[in-house]
């Protein structure tokens, strides 16, 4: 097969327009509702794949449960999110959002101890009303590769009928907690299975534009005495990413995330830094910008709450 290239000209073409149309602010990224996270990656790029690791209870569902909550408040386009959460149901999802909208533990919502009142369940139901008319569709089946990118592609497909009958323009985030939980191949490990979702990860964002959030895991490198001895390494690094070697190269942003406190650390790297509800996102990979990390106050987790410092 003789492929068929894209001339000069029509790249030239396209690189400006690219460039017109962020400078009029018509193509920009997906904001969070934390500024100075915001302002450092300047939101999630469309056409980018972005990584947030972390071990198990840092905070990165929950960071990713925030991120979903505030979409339609912090952003005005229209989004379209695609969400494959195959941790745990959608019903905990909006469970976890309510939690945090009202300021109640997820197991007083869940009556474990004692049956929710009244006055606190009509609360949960007007904060509920809101979710109805998101465009959300969660993804609960178990799902292969293959499945994913053929659901992408058919809502990239829908889209692009609204934009046509409607004159409406629609951006798509596909959000995946987490990457290890994707149905595997006949005989495929995990690290195979990763490299998979970075390939087809490249294949969809230059096809659709769509931008893709993963939820990944670390190796546990981290937790070795060595590292916890050492100030200088305590921070993540590439290496510590759960199959880095087969999707780094896919991602065009990585974030680890790290709650000291947990690794029972006292201080935290060679600037000292507070451990005590604290998780520290670093920025491992950045394609533009710079590599930095964000602070978070995690004394309000139990609330499904993170707060920017």
Not at 227 to 245: E, T
């Amino acid at each position: 097969m003789i492929l068929i290239p894209k001339r000069s000209d029509k790249a030239v073409e396209e690189t400006i327009l690219e460039v017109e149309e962020r400078k009029a602010g018509l193509k920009k990224g997906i904001l969070t509702p934390y500024p100075k996270f915001n302002k450092a990656t300047g939101g999630f790029q469309p056409g980018w794949a972005y990584m947030i690791a972390a071990g198990s209870g840092v905070g990165k569902t929950t960071f990713l449960n925030i991120i979903e909550n505030f979409l339609f408040d912090v952003n005005k386009e229209n989004i379209l999110l695609l969400s494959w959460n195959l941790e745990v149901n959608s019903t905990m999802t909006i469970m976890k959002k309510v939690s945090a909208e009202l300021g109640v533990e997820l197991d007083k919502l869940m009556s474990f101890n004692e049956p929710l009142s009244d006055d606190m369940l009509a609360k949960v139901k007007k904060a509920t009303a809101k979710y109805k008319s998101q465009p959300i569709l969660y993804f609960e089946n178990s799902s292969t590769v293959k499945d994913i990118e053929e659901t992408i592609l058919h809502y990239h497909e829908e889209c692009k009928k609204k934009l046509v009958e409607k004159g409406e323009k629609w951006k798509i985030l596909v959000m995946l907690d987490h990457t290890l939980l994707v149905e595997k191949e006949k005989f495929q490990d995990n690290n195979g299975l990763v490299a998979d979702i970075g390939k087809m990860s490249i294949r969809v964002k230059k096809l659709t534009g769509c931008t893709f959030i993963f939820l990944g895991q670390l190796n546990g490198n981290q937790e070795k005495q060595d590292r916890l001895q050492n100030p200088m390494f305590h921070a993540p690094m590439k290496d510590d990413l759960y199959g880095g070697k087969e999707i780094w190269h896919a991602l065009d942003w990585v974030g680890m995330g790290v709650r000291p406190d947990l690794l029972g650390l006292e201080t935290y790297t060679n600037a000292g830094l507070a451990c005590g509800n604290r998780m520290y996102l670093h920025y491992i990979k950045a394609r533009y910008g710079d590599l930095w990390y964000s602070t978070f106050d995690t004394s309000k987790i139990g609330i499904n709450k993170l707060i920017e410092l």
